[in-house]
């Protein structure tokens, strides 16, 4: 017992030895980290915000870095599960991170923003959309839509440009992110007097078959189908409504962008699908003409939103970093506190918008837009 | 004309659900296991199907045999290396090395085939047009249920005429009188094995053909599902198993239709417990009492 008991204290002892090590500096480096799915189901979405962020870095470390701070930029993958992504998260910390850009994706990101708030370390998400994720915890920061902004900036779309349209929607209800769009929009749409005809749900366990829904849809005599949901299921009712004949127009948000991106997917399935995105790659704006052209040259294929919501995202910790003036030697808490102070006072211009502000709610202000795939790629609606 | 559509998807979905279902009663009544790992075997026919016919670019018959071929050596792989040791160990040891075996196909799968899903393109494309195109029947569907029906048919003809087929009903009954009467009681499991594993990528070919998209994790749920339907139609039984499976179908679909979308589900498994409770061994289960 002794012996165990000695062989113990010896472990703690050594292990203890390592412990300064981990959060040791060199005092020339910001560290940012971001945390987002790189493999499993939603790895397109994190790959994409990982491939933006490394641009964004490598352009200001040439540059000259943050107030002269060159950018240490380490990126952890959470597979889309909340569990893994804490793990992350405190991988992250012990490296010594500065600042996060994550998480990616909605529910993983409730579970961090917990964390957050209790460790005092600025936060800017550049692609989870739930209000819960900002919800009581002033240092949290949204860069793309609130999910309450992208179904009501949905219906507010739809009302405008298309207020004829019968509406049908299928979304999924056991997922955080779906039925919170599909809530606001609904909400919107009635106030704006828009006929909803059909509502069908699904959940991950009946994610395979849609054509019942499909079914109901088509004879409620639908001729617009909002999907408010992610791209993997998006593909398996745009092929399962093609083969039953039903030619509706569909209308997405966030989520149903990579679906053009999908292993062996026959883009002639997504033609005439409607994105709502504040980002779309045809734009001839230079910033977004630069971005896209790098973006090719490194990863071989054309960014979606969630590489241009991950660049912006790095840009906008920049702009605030500079706005309030913050040093190296600045503690955790005061950097935090100074950063959370700056966002709300700058206006930010991106691949994503322009004049971007940020309310107390940790919310984002732009305007939404909404695309349309035409022979493959996106081109804007407005231009069609 | 909506309730035939809805009928239609169901008997679809039902016929995948019995195909898999029929794999699961098979290696059920014989070695009186429950071998969790189907669903993924399920899997790996997809996989190795659509890389033959998109990678390789061979014709969708060489894909349908070839993921035969490689899921029936898995099945006799699987059984050799993880279940056979297990023969005399308690069932639960089984049980629980076959959810293992599952875990261990599943992460093959992500590091082989990574986790992003693919589109998978079907074997057949195309639909029957009927009333004036208000109805129509993919190609898909009717072959499953085709395909279906005749497996269940030429399975029992099996089981109940040939001589490996005599053997695998002796070793269900009684493995040690079995063994006495001179029949090789290991091959007979690795034969079953083998068969179930070759419904099993059947099964996922028309799976992934009708629902055309592929990831590791594809085969777990309708895996699930389908030994629900195992066990709604009586488990070890091979006519139930397609009963099972072909009921479970429709009622899914038609109380996601006419009931609610979001208690599809649940109505699903509260009639499975209403059925288990009239009938403790399934629709066309056999009640064997336990000899002392």
Redesign the interface.
């Known amino acids: 017992m002794k012996r165990i008991l000695a062989l113990l204290v010896a472990v703690v002892m050594c292990a203890s030895m390592f412990v300064g090590c981990g959060s040791k500096d060199d005092g020339n480096t910001l560290k940012i980290g971001g945390i987002g799915p790189i493999?499993?189901?939603a790895?397109?979405y994190g790959q994409a915000v990982m491939n933006g962020c490394k641009i964004a870095v490598d352009e200001i470390n040439a540059a000259g870095g943050i107030g002269g701070l060159q950018i240490e930029f380490k990126f952890e993958d959470d597979?889309n599960v909340a569990e893994t992504s804490v793990t992350a998260y405190n991988k992250l910390m012990d490296w010594g991170m500065d600042i996060l850009v994550g998480t990616v994706t909605t529910t993983p990101c409730i579970s961090v923003s917990e964390k957050i708030y209790e460790d005092r370390v600025f936060a800017l998400t550049p692609s989870a959309s739930s209000t819960d994720v900002t919800k009581g915890k002033d240092n949290m920061f949204q860069l793309c839509f609130s999910d309450p902004n992208q179904g009501t900036g949905s219906a507010t779309y739809i009302s405008a440009n298309m207020a004829d349209k019968k509406i049908a929607v299928i979304y999924r209800?056991d997922d955080a992110y779906s039925q919170g769009i599909r809530d606001t929009f609904v909400a919107e749409a009635n106030a704006k007097n828009l006929s909803i005809v059909y509502e069908?749900?699904?959940?991950?366990?009946?994610a395979?078959?849609f054509?019942?829904?499909l079914?109901?849809a088509k004879?409620a005599k639908a001729d617009l189908i909002f999907l408010p949901i992610y791209y993997?299921p998006a593909?398996?009712i745009l092929?399962?409504a093609k083969?039953?004949?039903y030619a509706p127009t569909f209308f997405g948000v966030d989520g149903m962008d990579g679906i053009l991106t999908?292993?062996?997917?026959?883009t002639k399935l997504a033609e005439g699908v409607m994105v709502l995105t504040p980002f779309s790659a045809d734009a001839q704006d230079d910033r977004t003409v630069n971005f896209v052209k790098k973006y090719k040259e490194l990863y071989k294929e054309v960014p979606n939103q969630f590489a241009a919501d991950g660049y912006d995202c790095i840009y906008a910790v920049k702009a605030a970093y500079e706005k309030a003036g913050c040093t190296k030697d600045m503690k955790a808490e005061e950097l935090c506190a100074a950063l959370v102070k700056a966002i709300k006072e700058i206006s930010f211009d991106g691949l994503t918008g322009t004049s971007m502000t940020w309310s107390d709610k940790g919310e984002v202000n732009k305007m939404p837009t909404a695309v349309v795939i035409k022979d493959g790629v996106y081109v804007s609606a407005e231009a069609k | 004309m909506e309730f035939l559509s809805y009928l239609i998807s169901g008997i679809s979905l039902g016929s995948v659900y019995a195909i898999i279902a029929l794999g699961y009663t098979m290696v059920y009544g014989i070695a009186k296991m429950l071998n969790f790992a189907h669903g993924d075997v399920i899997m790996v026919g997809g996989y190795v199907s659509l890389l033959t016919m998109t990678s390789l670019g061979l014709p969708v018959w060489v894909a349908i045999l070839l993921a035969m071929v490689v899921c029936t050596i898995l099945g006799i792989l699987i059984e050799g290396l993880a279940y056979k040791p297990l023969r005399s160990a308690p069932s639960l040891a089984v049980l629980i090395t076959a959810i293992g075996v599952s875990y261990f196909l599943q992460n093959s799968a992500l590091l082989i085939w990574g986790a992003n899903p693919q589109v998978y393109t079907p074997v057949i494309e195309g639909a029957v047009k009927l009333f004036d195109g208000q109805l129509s029947i993919t190609y898909i569907s009717i072959l499953t249920v085709v395909v279906c029906v005749v497996i269940m048919i030429a399975l029992t003809i099996f089981t109940s005429k040939s001589k490996m087929g005599k053997a695998m009903r002796a070793c269900s009954e009684d493995k040690a009188a079995a063994q006495l009467m001179g029949i090789n009681v290991n091959k007979t499991i690795s034969l079953t094995f083998a068969i179930g594993s070759a419904l099993a990528s059947v099964a996922g070919i028309l799976l992934c053909s009708s629902y055309p998209t592929l990831m590791p994790t594809t085969g777990s749920m309708p895996g699930i599902k389908a030994f629900t339907a195992a066990v709604f139609g009586g488990i070890g039984s091979i006519p139930g198993a397609f009963l099972g499976g072909i009921l479970l179908g429709i009622i899914e679909s038609l109380a996601k239709a006419y009931i609610s979308t979001q208690l599809a589900n649940s109505v699903v498994f509260a009639v499975l417990i209403i059925v288990l409770l009239v009938r403790p061994a399934g629709l066309l289960g056999k009640y064997v009492p336990e000899k002392v």
């Open positions: 493999t499993g189901d790895a397109i597979v209800n069908g749900t699904f959940t991950a366990d009946t395979t078959d054509s019942v829904q079914t109901a004879a993997q593909s398996v092929a399962q083969a039953m004949d999908m292993k062996n997917f026959d």
